[in-house]
């Protein structure tokens, strides 16, 4: 084998996109499959229900039960008690944040004790006074304080049993590991978890029934926010509920491998980048049993079969292997190329697929700090990581050793040790990197069991495609230039939508790329561009492109004679043929293409840039629907993996009248507009009525 020329904004949340005071229905106009893929992203708090929040309940309850005390003039067992409940809630909150999990738990039980005998004492008053106070809204908002009280003091033992188990999971270079086995710690947290959220749902009810007249008027306004803060809480508990249960799918109970791609997005492909090196880890039970991290040729060089690759890759190579197969925008059907290529290179199935960036070593290290690597005599900060690494593993490596990749072998298990050592602080925020990561499509997932799967899919970590019956934009960039120079690339587009008098839309696309100077890599960027649209919209021109042949993905336009053909002897792949099936050259004058992926219409050309230059081209299509076929309109917008942010500015021009819009738009006079950087998926709709 030989290879040719080759050297942080958050989607909007469903509340958001459903808020609105002009229509009853109003879920009913929008586009509900397009919204129910933007769940909120797990919000993962140090303590997830505050102890403080607690306590700000408790002191609501002492107030309560103080309107019964007065009321009847009794002496102090109702505020004594709640008293003493609130004083050991905030001796619990003290003892959390020196995670005493023993004094936690002692005085979450007394405070839960004292709430009952609370509202026990309210009923000993006597079956007169009691039955009084049961019928009193001032009574009954007391009953219901104290009741609350006491559910979320439950909650906090079950919580804090929780953070016990939690606590017992490490993370070092054998994987993750604890006492008892971390799937059944897992199992173990979870009911915890659930007991947790069962109490909270309880009490958060039991404080929607208070009417807040019945307060004190000086302990109202807190009363709103904490009842407001309960919710939220208890909607992170779900989100962490359901985070764990897909991390303990996703390690599972027994065996489990693990194809990891490390892409480098300096030179991008359509799902983060160059694949250069690979990474097979073999787990049991969430602890690594053996692993192998090596130069992706050392596999592709195993592959008998000369697979015709992409018709694009025609001026970089002449075969196809793993080092190229991220070539689909949907990271599921790249993934399962992966597989197959790495099946081909006579290895063992994987159960699934991860592929991240440098972009994820770079945060972790900006948190955890410098590693050192004696070995190499060097030492990996987050300022020179992607400098270094590919300085060791492209060309000061040892020739004779022949191990370009050793260095990160290396480096893994230093990475997850020092991990292992990071303080409660930067465990935070290396969840913080996490998620981070996961929004910047920086990590993706594939996991061939369906059931982790669609999990992994409706928190929008498995870098499909999503579907919308409206108006849908993504850039996707292919480097095939074979040079390091896509984090050089700073990105921008203007799309500007016409409604015409019949109604239908006229698409006009511009789009620039800047080539900002390197010190490290002076070379032209080489781009092969998709415009990924609604599946059905229509071309109508295209300019600033730099033509170049089309070429089919069957190996055909590789023989320029019959000599040729048989000494190459391509084997078409069948994903590639169906892939091709709907490509056709749309315009001879620009050479552009247009074809059908995952489910969208795509416009693709090539745009070359030199260092110091930009370049801007321009697209115009029509799109597949009319503005008034519906009152509901929406553009979603997708990144690609790994690349740089889009800066966006988008304006959409029409007669109707904007009845309701998402908040991140802006309506003025007719011209509604949006202007950010597309950091990660993001959602604009509005609700139109036609003058």
């Known amino acids: ?51 403080a929040v607690i306590a700000l309940l408790c002191f609501l309850t002492l107030k309560g039960a103080s309107i019964v005390a007065s009321g009847i003039q009794t002496r102090s067992e109702v505020i004594g008690t709640a008293k003493e409940a609130l004083s050991q809630l905030q001796e619990a909150g003290a003892l959390a944040s020196e995670k005493d999990y023993i004094g936690v738990q002692q005085q979450l039980e007394f405070a839960q004790n004292n709430f009952e005998e609370a509202r026990s004492n309210i009923k000993g008053l006597g079956s007169l006074v009691s039955g009084v106070i049961g019928v009193l809204p001032q009574g009954q908002a007391a009953e219901r304080l104290l009741s609350a009280g006491s559910e979320l003091s439950a909650s906090g033992i079950a919580l804090n049993n929780f953070y016990t188990l939690i606590s017992q999971i490490q993370v070092s270079e054998n994987g993750f590991t604890s006492p008892d086995g971390l799937y059944q710690t897992l199992t173990a947290a979870k009911k915890y978890l659930a007991t947790a959220e069962q109490g909270i749902s309880k009490a958060t009810s039991d404080i929607e029934s208070v009417d807040q007249k019945y307060l004190p008027e000086e302990f109202r306004a807190q009363f709103l926010v904490y009842r407001d803060s309960l919710k939220q809480g208890s909607l992170a508990l779900e989100q962490i509920s359901s985070m764990l249960n897909l991390f303990q799918q996703f390690l599972g109970p027994g065996s489990k491998s693990l194809l990891v791609l490390f892409e480098n997005n300096n030179e991008l492909r359509a799902t983060g980048g160059f694949i250069g090196t690979y990474g097979f880890f073999k787990l049991n039970n969430g602890r690594i049993e053996s692993q192998k991290i090596s130069s992706v040729y050392d596999l592709d060089g195993q592959i008998s079969e000369k697979i015709a690759p992409p018709g694009p890759f025609h001026d970089l190579t002449d075969s196809w292997g793993l080092r190229d197969s991220n070539w689909f925008v949907d990271f599921k059907a790249s993934a399962l190329k992966a597989s197959s290529f790495y099946e081909k290179s006579a290895q063992q199935t994987p159960d699934a697929v991860v592929a991240m960036t ?312 007719g011209r509604v507009s949006y202007e ?11 609700v139109l009525e036609k003058r």
Do not use: C
């Not at 989607?11 to 499959?33: G, Q, R, T, V």
């Open 1 to 51: 084998m030989q290879e040719m020329k080759r050297p942080k904004i958050i989607p909007p949340s469903k509340e958001d996109l459903l808020e609105s005071e002009i229509f009853p229905a109003k879920i009913n106009l929008l586009n509900k499959e397009v919204i129910a893929k933007y769940p909120k992203l797990p919000r993962i708090q140090k303590e997830t229900i505050s102890f």
């Open 358 to 669: 440098p972009d994820m070593f770079v945060d972790l290290l900006s948190v955890l700090g410098p590693i050192e690597l004696p070995k190499y005599n060097l030492v990996l900060t987050a300022a020179n990581f992607r400098e270094q690494v590919q300085l060791n593993t492209s060309l000061a490596y040892d020739k004779k050793e022949n191990k370009p990749k050793q260095m990160l072998a290396d480096f893994a298990p230093l990475l997850l040790a020092k991990m292992s050592l990071a303080t409660p602080e930067q465990k935070g925020e290396l969840l913080a990197v996490l998620f981070e990561a996961l929004s910047k499509k920086n990590l993706l997932f594939y996991d061939r069991d369906k059931d982790v799967q669609k999990i992994l899919e409706d928190y929008a970590w498995a870098g499909r495609i999503l579907n919308t019956d409206k108006d849908y934009l993504a850039v996707f960039n292919t480097n095939l230039g074979g040079r390091k120079t896509d984090l050089s690339i700073e990105q921008s587009a203007i799309l500007n939508s016409e409604v015409l008098a019949d109604g239908s839309i006229l698409n006009t696309l511009t789009y620039t790329r800047k080539h900002q100077l390197n010190l490290f890599e002076q070379a032209k960027n080489i781009d092969y561009a998709r415009f990924l649209v609604p599946k059905g919209s229509q071309f109508v021109s295209a300019n600033g492109f730099v033509k170049k042949p089309f070429y089919k993905s069957d190996g055909s336009d590789y023989a320029k004679n019959l000599v040729d053909a048989l000494k190459l002897q391509f084997k078409a792949d069948k994903d590639l043929l169906e892939y091709d099936a709907n490509a056709r050259v749309v315009d001879q004058e620009s050479g552009t293409v247009q074809g059908i992926e995952s489910g969208k219409t795509y416009f693709a050309n090539w745009i070359e840039v030199l260092p110091g230059a930009e370049v801007t081209v321009v697209l115009k299509y029509k799109l597949p629907f009319n503005m008034y076929d519906s009152r509901k309109y929406s553009l979603l917008l997708q990144k690609q993996p790994g690349a740089n942010p889009l800066k966006l500015n988008y304006t959409l021009k029409t007669d109707a009248k904007v009845l309701w819009y998402t908040g991140n738009l802006k309506n003025s006079s």
């Open 676 to 686: 950010a950087s597309v950091l990660g998926d993001t959602f604009l709709g509005l």
